[in-house]
């Protein structure tokens, strides 16, 4: 056996953890940017307790509010300008993965003047300003992983920047923020999560001590399922979705994510799809796809408490609704662009130019 884990994010979970827990701040800095989205953080409660909880350490604070979904390296450069204004010495990220992978790269961006391919690098001269990380959607995992996903205009696609540096020092996951969330973007962020854990778990880079987590989490996400169309979900099912995205961040912290994320970028870069939904798309012909081959599709099938692959497709075309159209030139460029995405070299058997555009094509098939 050989494997290398490394989880440094510092984690407190339950109601009013931030509350419970305002002192953590202090081992951060002096002064915190708070970056969020435009208004979900003041609606579903996050920003009013960080607020509190460092007003009652005595801590300053800036707050920068301006980050849109699917942030592009324009966006958190302006944030970066003004967290150098303001005077701050660490990050505090409230939201869903956009203000979470913003933080992290304002993080890079305050401490560095640097340009884009530094920026991507993963090596900084200097250290990245500290992030507290505070997530309202159950998906992305960004609380727990060393990636920030960003726009890159330059390719006309979304590019990840990935290494230790920006791994949160603290995470705080509260499941009451995310009552606020649309049934969309519920079942979007959801489906986010299961490719997470999917992914991981049949990533080339898996490995024994994370399979455990990638099947618990896709063992929790497949319990919640058959509640994600309802327009309440309980309190449970709440918690139970959040933890289960804390887990499948934490697997791909480790793995990396495959084709399916590959697939996804630019199905969010030129149509707008959301990042879940994106992923959902294409997910179940990608597992059409290894069947034949990986045997450990069957695990994650068995682990969703369904019977078959197809059962599996049922279930995500009830959740994702009338699907998008591709054009033939879409489905060529957007092959092209999944081709030379890094996540690519993660899926085995490695997908060629033809398997990657017959997932296209099957996912879309009217
Ligand atoms: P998001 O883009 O952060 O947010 C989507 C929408 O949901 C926004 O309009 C936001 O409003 C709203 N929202 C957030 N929390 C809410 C709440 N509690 N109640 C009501 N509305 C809420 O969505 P996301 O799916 O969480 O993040 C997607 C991004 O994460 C993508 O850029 C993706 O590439 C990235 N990602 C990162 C990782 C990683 O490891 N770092 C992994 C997967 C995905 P406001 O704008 O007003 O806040
Ligand atoms: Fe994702």
């Known amino acids: 056996m050989e494997f290398r884990y490394f989880m440094p994010v510092k984690t407190f979970f339950g109601r009013d953890c931030i509350g419970k827990n305002c002192s953590e701040f202090l081992l951060l800095g002096k002064k915190a940017l708070i970056v969020t989205g435009k208004s979900s953080a003041e609606k579903n409660g996050s920003l009013a307790d960080v607020k509190k909880a460092l007003e009652s350490v005595k801590i300053?604070?800036?707050?920068?509010?301006?980050?849109?979904?699917?942030p592009s390296v324009e966006e958190v450069r302006e944030a970066a300008l003004f967290a150098k204004k303001s005077g701050v010495d660490f990050i505090i990220g409230i939201g869903g993965g956009s203000p979470l992978d913003a933080a992290k790269a304002i993080a890079i961006l305050t401490a560095n003047d640097i340009d884009d391919?530094?920026?991507?690098?993963g090596v900084y001269k200097n250290r990245p300003l500290p992030i507290a990380a505070v997530p309202t959607t159950a998906g992305t995992g960004s609380e727990v992983t060393p990636y920030s996903i960003l726009t890159y205009n330059k390719i006309n696609n979304k590019k990840s920047i990935g290494c230790d540096s920006i791994f949160p020092a603290a995470a705080f996951?509260?499941?009451?923020?995310?009552?606020?969330?649309?049934?969309e973007t519920t079942i979007n962020t959801a489906i986010d999560?299961?490719?997470h854990a999917v992914e991981g778990?049949?990533?080339?880079?898996?490995?024994?001590?994370?399979?455990?987590?990638?099947?618990?989490?896709?063992r929790l996400i497949g319990e919640c399922i058959p509640e994600l169309k309802k327009n309440t979900l309980k309190d449970e099912v709440r918690e139970k979705l959040l933890y289960a995205s804390m887990l499948a961040g934490i697997v791909i912290a480790h793995t990396g994510?495959?084709?399916?994320?590959?697939?996804?970028?630019?199905?969010?870069?030129?149509?707008?799809?959301?990042?879940?939904?994106?992923?959902?798309?294409?997910l179940y012909h990608y597992l059409k796809f290894l069947e034949p081959s990986i045997e450990k599709v069957r695990h994650i099938i068995d682990a969703l408490g369904m019977k078959s692959t197809d059962e599996f497709g049922n279930a995500i075309d009830k959740l994702l609704g009338d699907r998008?159209?591709?054009?033939?030139?879409?489905?060529?460029?957007f092959t092209k662009t999944a081709m030379t995405a890094k996540n690519i070299s993660n899926t085995v058997p490695q997908p060629d130019e033809k398997?990657?555009?017959k997932i296209f094509e099957e996912s879309f098939k009217r």
């Open 355 to 357: 398997d990657i555009r």
């Open 193 to 195: 999560a299961l490719s």
């Open 117 to 121: 391919d530094t920026l991507y690098s």
């Open 173 to 183: 996951l509260d499941y009451a923020y995310t009552s606020t969330l649309s049934s």
């Open 60 to 70: 300053s604070y800036a707050h920068y509010n301006k980050i849109e979904p699917n």
């Open 257 to 282: 994510t495959t084709a399916v994320h590959a697939m996804g970028y630019p199905l969010t870069y030129h149509k707008n799809i959301d990042h879940g939904r994106a992923n959902g798309l294409v």
């Open 201 to 218: 778990y049949l990533s080339a880079r898996a490995t024994d001590i994370i399979k455990p987590y990638a099947i618990e989490s896709i």
């Open 324 to 333: 998008e159209t591709l054009s033939e030139a879409e489905l060529e460029l």
